[in-house]
Nanobody
Framework: QVQLVESGGGLVQPGGSLRLSCAAS????????IVWFRQAPGKEREGVSC????????VYADSVKGRFTISRDNAKNTVYLQMNSLKPEDTAVYYC????????????????????WGQGTLVTVSS
C-alpha cells in the first residue's frame, strides 16, 4: 500500500522546537519532491517547504524561513521538517505530500504534481 505517514506533532510552548517526520511505505521517496503543507483552523492551506528529488532544490515560505529546515534520509525513506523558534501562528495540521513531475533540482509549494498525501499531524504552539 502506497502511503505517507506524518508523525512528531504535539503541543509545544512558544520558542520551542519540534521535528516532524514524513515516512513513506510502498514506494521510494528518492524519485519524488516532497512538500510540506499546513492548514490552520479557518484558514487556507499554506505551502511551508519543499525539497527536490535530488535534494539540491529547497524552498521555504517566507513565514518559516530561518526557523524551519527540511531534510531527507533516503536510507530511512523519510523526510523531516525541523521546526525551531515556534510561534503560536505556526499552529496547524501539517501534511506532507509526494510530487512527481519536477526536475531533480526543482520543487515548489504550489501543489502541482502531488500524487500521495499523508494524513497530517497536529502542531499546537501555546503557553
Amino acid at each position: 500500500q502506497v502511503q505517507l505517514v506524518e508523525s512528531g506533532g504535539g503541543l509545544v510552548q512558544p520558542g520551542g522546537s519540534l521535528r516532524l517526520s514524513c515516512a513513506a511505505s510502498g514506494f521510494t521517496l528518492d524519485y519524488y519532491a516532497i512538500v510540506w503543507f499546513r492548514q490552520a483552523p479557518g484558514k487556507e492551506r499554506e505551502g511551508v517547504s519543499c525539497i527536490s528529488s535530488s535534494d539540491s532544490g529547497i524552498v521555504y515560505a517566507d513565514s518559516v524561513k530561518g526557523r524551519f529546515t527540511i531534510s531527507r534520509d533516503n536510507a530511512k525513506n523519510t523526510v523531516y521538517l525541523q521546526m525551531n523558534s515556534l510561534k503560536p501562528e505556526d499552529t496547524a495540521v501539517y501534511y506532507c505530500a509526494a510530487a512527481d513531475g519536477y526536475s531533480g533540482s526543482y520543487c515548489d509549494t504550489s501543489g502541482k504534481y502531488l500524487e500521495v498525501w499523508g494524513q497530517g499531524t497536529l502542531v499546537t504552539v501555546s503557553s
